[in-house]
Nanobody
């Protein structure tokens, strides 16, 4: 198992940017695919972005493609989500997750952090 801790959330105005980080414990970080998901109040948790262990494969939800960028630094056991051109509808609790498959589904990830809140004001 791997322990995950997210950070970098905050309150920003529409059009602003943030960089979310997710630090992982353990020496096998590079063997995990990593994903970012988000959950707004009253809504289901939804896929945002994913990256393979090597960083060579990335996937994005249609709603964030072109505005968000996922990356990872395996030497630092950290995955990032750069979020630009934020919209009020991006407001949510953002979770990172680790799994064995670079996928878009929640069930493909076995390890989850507790989330970091992103709030976008209009």
């Amino acid at each position: 198992q791997v322990q995950l801790v997210e950070s970098g959330g905050g309150l920003v105005q529409a059009g602003g940017s943030l960089r979310l980080s997710c630090g992982a414990s353990g020496r096998t970080f590079r063997s995990y695919a990593m994903g970012w998901f988000r959950q707004a109040p009253g809504k289901e948790r939804e896929f945002v972005a994913a990256i393979s262990g090597s960083g060579g494969i990335t996937y994005y939800a249609d709603s964030v493609r072109g505005r968000f960028t996922i990356s990872r630094d395996n030497a630092k056991n950290t995955v990032y989500l750069q979020v630009n051109s934020l919209k009020p509808e991006d407001t949510a609790l953002y979770y990172c997750a680790a799994g064995s498959v670079t996928g878009r589904r929640r069930g493909e990830y076995e390890n989850w952090g507790r989330g970091t809140q992103v709030t976008v004001s209009s």
